[in-house]
């Protein structure tokens, strides 16, 4: 088989991936749309699967459209953003099928219900790896890579996030952050100003006192900052080690290490949705009594 490949796309795949066939082998392609036909070059292939690098789109599909992002389709991060909003959701929800099929057996051809918010500015954490070498800068890891692509902007982020990083990839290009710094990762409150970080260091270059005096210095909406020192495997917090998340009649402590809905415009739907289903299971459980 050639190492450029005419394809025709059959589908969409959990995490994006377009599906096609060629010459007896199944092809994997990404930032792709069924129906159009694409050329694309082989990236890896193991047996009758191959995994392709999308070269050109050349019969796109009307749903098709310019993505928002700069760092679209190198980063990784994102997999959608060439597809339209409503055809992103149709297709999300055609893939939940196919999954339900493929691994569990289930042909579910009712209705799925879905639960949208805006597709930008909606993350509330993010994680940013640092390249520790000139130029520096933060960025995000190329897929299937340990190298950093380094970022301008990333739409989905919450002004607030998008706010603090831009403060801290100006102090990275200005040579302005201590060394060995290998990642940050951030989050804000669901008032999206007050920001906590976790920074993680090869090994601390200074006193944490200091580390945190710097930090606190350039963001001013930091209110709970945790170091790491990888070497010693020692944690230094300042501040009250969580931020607040309030949603409807709810209020949540989430703290440095915890896990959170990172879709700030969905938290409410999502409590209400999962309270309306504990009911809905408590009533049946109590009507077996």
């Given amino acids: ?23 007896g082998s199944t092809v994997f392609v990404p930032f792709v749309l069924p129906g159009e036909q694409v050329r694309a070059s ?3 292939r193991k047996k009758n699967l191959i995994h392709a690098k999308l070269e050109e789109v050349k019969q796109a599909s009307a749903a098709r459209i310019k993505p928002r992002c700069p760092h679209f389709g190198v980063c990784g991060g994102c997999h959608y953003q060439h597809i339209e909003f409503a055809e992103q959701v149709r297709q999300k929800k055609e893939i939940l099928r196919e999954t339900l099929s493929r691994l569990g057996g ?9 639960h949208t918010a805006e597709p930008f500015g909606y993350r509330n954490r993010a994680q940013w790896a640092f390249r520790d070498a000139m130029p520096r800068a933060f960025g995000y890891f190329l897929p299937e890579s340990a190298r950093i692509l380094p970022i301008d902007e990333c739409p989905v982020l919450s002004p607030g ?33 007050k920001l906590a970080l976790n920074v993680a260091f090869e090994r601390f270059p200074k006193p944490a006192k200091e580390l945190t005096a710097m930090f606190k ?9 945790l170091l790491l020192d990888q070497s010693k495997n020692r944690f230094e917090l ?3 080690g969580y931020l607040e998340h309030k949603t409807g009649e709810f209020a949540f402590r989430v703290s440095h290490l915890s896990f959170f809905q990172v879709n700030r415009f969905l938290l409410e739907d999502l409590m209400k949705t999962e309270w309306d289903s504990s009911r809905c299971r408590w009533r049946r459980d109590s009507s077996a009594w």
């Fill in 1 to 23: 088989m050639a190492d450029e490949l005419l394809l025709s796309i059959e589908k969409l795949l959990y995490k994006g991936d377009g599906l096609a066939h060629a010459e």
């Fill in 42 to 44: 082989v990236a890896t």
């Fill in 106 to 114: 289930v042909n579910w051809t009712g209705e799925i219900q879905e």
């Fill in 161 to 193: 996030l998008a706010t603090a990083f831009g403060q801290l990839q100006e102090l990275a290009r200005a040579n302005s952050l201590p060394p060995g710094i290998l990642e940050v990762e951030a989050f804000v409150g669901s008032e999206d100003t």
């Fill in 217 to 225: 210095g350039a963001l001013p909406g930091l209110e709970s900052l």
């Fill in 238 to 240: 300042t501040g009250p």
